[in-house]
């Protein structure tokens, strides 16, 4: 090498991702060689997500059958997807279990629940019908 940095990205032995920025795409690095500081870079990031999500706050009602019983609450959108969204709502949910989702009055559809963190009273629903 002449002492100067590569052009990234590209893969640079011993660099260290030091943190995202809010972007979450774009990184500092620092440089193995002293001379050469910190650059920031853009980083594909590996994804399992088959769709975009978009970030949307709109308000929900949610429907469920718990042991013989119909169980409501009020919800938000936290994002939401062509196949499904994620909500946020005191709605205990359990992955697998099946929920109405209406917003304002009319069905928007039935949903299985993929993934559910119950601290952040989050869950990830994917469109059934």
Known sequence: MDGSPPELPVK???AAV???TPSSIHYTVKLPSPGWGSQKVVVQIPTTRRF???PARIP???IKEAE?????????TVDVSIRGLRVSTDLPLKAGERVRVFYP????????VVWAIPWRSEAG???VS
């Open 18 to 20: 030091l943190g995202p």
């Open 60 to 62: 929900v009602f949610l």
């Open 68 to 76: 013989g019983r119909i169980v409501q609450r009020h919800g938000n």
């Open 12 to 14: 640079v032995p011993g």
């Open 105 to 112: 009055e009319a069905l928007l559809g039935i949903f299985r």
């Open 125 to 127: 629903l994917e469109v």
């Open 52 to 54: 975009e999500r978009v």
